[in-house]
């Protein structure tokens, strides 16, 4: 069975008046249909852009693209057909539009990127319902309801002609997520979802979240800087530093065998279960350098505690298959795996 993405060296680069920034910086990594990957790392590390890339949606016309982002598109009967590269397509032409919302779909941190404040909820869920689907107003109205009753919002068919500055934040999302999963996208991709909310409608949306991925059998991308949020709700994990992907591994891996240093240094900085409330979280050491000014070899050599002088700061490494499903670009573990990357 193919995957539903596969993302092969994926690179985004902007062109900016301060200098050229390379957000992704050949991210490579596969999303099976029904998984959940987690991708994960700090701010400023190619995470959103990469998804944006995806979506054809990373801005600036002086964006520079690279590498291939092959996604299977669903015929209209519903079954796998043919593979596109969405990075080959025309920006904001038919094909890419007639995929976002409807094939795969995106959420986000803030509801209020998403919605736009002087419509009602319903009625922005119902055009996106009818810029896919030619049916009627009614008709895609009472989808509609259906889908704010399966994200549990209570009274939806009073809810629906709210506008999303009457709804508490935690109802906000869940009328986002009504309207990303409307359309049944084959994938979703999550960008932070719950980073703004209090724990417990974060823990309310995450199990939302997983339910509906199992009853729609779509694919999530879940972006976060929280290993917890990853914890629960990801197969497989790639680990972003500075537009690389560093480390990928599938989910107990990645918790119980870290050999990234960086990923390491994101495990040691959350909070064991049981330890006091108020215990300190030891984030990680340093700060992810400027992407206009990255350092030579690894990139994370500036911070890096096993850093080999005269090895790390002069060669980047490549991933190494350290078992199957489970690489890593560390000198550690060797330069690169040549292998691997012939057959990419
Ligand atoms: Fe650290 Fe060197 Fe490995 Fe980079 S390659 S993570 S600097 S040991
Ligand atoms: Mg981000």
Redesign the pocket.
């Known amino acids: 069975d193919s995957p539903l993405l596969e993302l092969r060296d994926l690179r985004t680069g902007f062109a900016l008046r301060e200098g050229y920034v390379k957000a992704v910086d050949g991210a490579s990594f596969s999303v099976a249909r029904g998984e959940t990957i987690g991708v994960v790392g700090e701010s400023g590390c190619g995470k959103s852009i990469t998804a944006r890339t995806i979506l054809r949606i990373a801005g600036t016309n002086d964006s520079e693209l690279g590498g291939e982002a092959l996604f299977r598109r669903r015929t209209r009967d519903g079954r796998p057909g043919e593979v596109v590269d969405l990075l080959k397509l025309a920006p904001n032409g038919r094909e890419i539009r007639s995929i976002r919302g409807a094939e795969i779909a995106m959420i986000f941190q803030e509801p209020m990127t998403a919605f736009s404040p002087v419509h009602t909820i319903g009625n922005q869920i119902i055009e996106a319902i009818q810029l896919h689907h030619p049916v009627s107003k009614d008709e895609a109205r009472a989808t509609a309801i259906d889908m704010l009753r399966r994200v549990e919002m209570s009274n939806a068919e009073r809810r629906i002609d709210a506008y999303p500055h009457q709804l508490s934040g935690g109802m906000r999302q869940r009328a986002m997520i009504a309207m990303a999963l409307v359309c049944r996208p084959q994938l979703l991709l999550a960008d932070e979802p719950t980073t703004a909310l209090d724990v417990t409608t974060q823990a309310q949306i995450l199990a939302l979240i997983r339910q509906l991925k199992a009853e729609l059998g779509m694919s999530v991308m879940m972006i976060t800087h929280d290993l917890g949020v990853v914890a629960e709700t990801a197969q497989n994990v790639a680990v972003m530093y500075l537009g690389k992907v560093v480390e990928y591994a599938d989910v107990r891996a990645l918790f119980h065998d870290p050999k990234?240093?960086?990923t390491q240094a994101l495990l040691a900085s959350i909070p064991k279960l049981g330890r006091e409330a108020g215990a300190r979280l030891h984030p990680v050491k340093g700060m992810v350098p400027s992407p206009f000014n990255r350092p030579r070899g690894?990139p994370?050599?500036t911070r890096?505690p096993?850093?080999?002088p005269g090895?790390?700061d002069v060669d980047m490494?490549g991933p190494t298959t350290i078992k199957p499903g489970h690489t890593v670009s560390?000198?550690?573990y060797g330069a690169g795996d040549t292998r691997t990357e012939a057959a990419q």
């Open positions: 990234h240093p960086y690894c994370f050599n890096c096993k850093a080999m090895v790390c490494p560390c000198f550690l």
